[in-house]
């Protein structure tokens, strides 16, 4: 099995379908994703079989208890947090192998003693809208990453 080349985190998401399809992004490019318990749904095989999502089983898939296990597993790695009061553009976000890809509710967005502790960034938006869906924002920064730790799987 080929090492993942980076981690999305999903802190508290909310809504199944959201999640089925950052799982289906992540299976798709050899990412691994991080749940963050209390999720707003439940996970389990019946559960994902009901909701179409064949590929569940074979994703590599991490469930935390809560945010400080995530963080305490997150120490020493190199974390980005993407958030609508991001600091700077995503594609500023320096990339590494193994890095991970850190994103909040779909409702709550990220808690404030989470935002203190890393690097804030924003996919910008022209338009009046408030925030995007949560699985677009993961494809889009996703494919960023990937673009830079993997270029050459785009034929670059």
């Known amino acids: 099995m080929k090492a993942s080349p980076f981690h999305v985190v999903l802190i508290h998401p909310e809504i199944p379908g959201n ?3 950052i799982g289906r992004l992540c299976h798709g490019i050899g ?4 749940l963050v318990h209390p999720l707003g749904f439940n996970t389990d095989d019946k559960a994902a079989r009901r909701a ?3 590929y ?3 994703l590599e898939r991490v469930e935390h208890d809560n945010v400080e296990a995530f963080l305490l597993w997150a120490e020493g790695r190199q974390v980005h947090l993407f958030t609508t009061t991001g600091e700077a553009s995503f594609t500023s976000a320096p990339f590494k192998e193994g ?3 850190l994103f909040g509710s779909e409702s709550k967005g990220v ?3 989470i935002m203190e502790r890393f690097n804030r960034y924003i996919i ?3 338009g ?3 925030s995007l869906n949560l699985a677009n924002s993961v494809g889009i920064v996703a494919y960023e990453a990937l673009k830079t730790v993997r270029p050459n799987i785009f034929g670059l």
């Not at 990412?31 to 991080?34: P, Q």
């Open 52 to 54: 179409g999502l064949d």
């Open 19 to 21: 999640t089925g399809n």
């Open 111 to 113: 808690p404030d003693h």
């Open 99 to 101: 890095d991970v890809l």
């Open 56 to 58: 569940w089983a074979n």
């Open 128 to 130: 009046p809208i408030r």
């Open 124 to 126: 910008p938006m022209p």
């Open 31 to 34: 990412a691994t994703l991080h």
